[in-house]
């Protein structure tokens, strides 16, 4: 009844810029901590950035000063705006949310570690 859907993944040239979105969708009481992790194949997934509803950040150590994560309460909607990207910034990025409240009829829900489908950044030399 809920889903993150993302939006703005593509190529891009070493030292480029991409922007990407994820909104949460569905009948959206509140939403906790929302966040991008990334992954690459034979990795694990890691984090890349997240926020808080009060707009706390936090940030891997790799995308620290090129990354910047932000929010709209009101859209239930993150950005990501990755700027300076490197070929190592090649992955698959996923939108995360570890606590999401939403209506079910009347009545309120939880929805714990929710993530979206995924969208590719791919950097070329």
């Known amino acids: 009844q809920v889903q993150l859907v993302e939006s703005g993944g593509g190529l891009v040239e070493t030292g480029g810029s991409l922007r990407l979105s994820c909104r949460a969708s569905?009948?959206?009481?509140?939403?906790?901590?929302m966040g991008w992790y990334r992954q690459t194949p034979g990795e694990e997934r890691e984090l890349v950035a997240s926020i808080n509803g009060e707009r706390r950040t936090n940030y891997g150590d790799s995308v620290k000063g090129r990354f910047t994560i932000s929010r709209d309460n009101a859209k239930h909607t993150i950005y990501l705006q990755m700027d300076s990207l490197k070929r190592e910034d090649t992955a698959i990025y996923y939108c995360h949310t570890n606590n999401l409240l939403y209506y079910s009829g009347d009545r309120l829900q939880n929805a714990f570690d929710t993530w979206g489908q995924g969208t590719q950044v791919t950097v070329s030399a």
């Open positions: 569905g009948r959206i009481f509140s939403i906790d901590v």
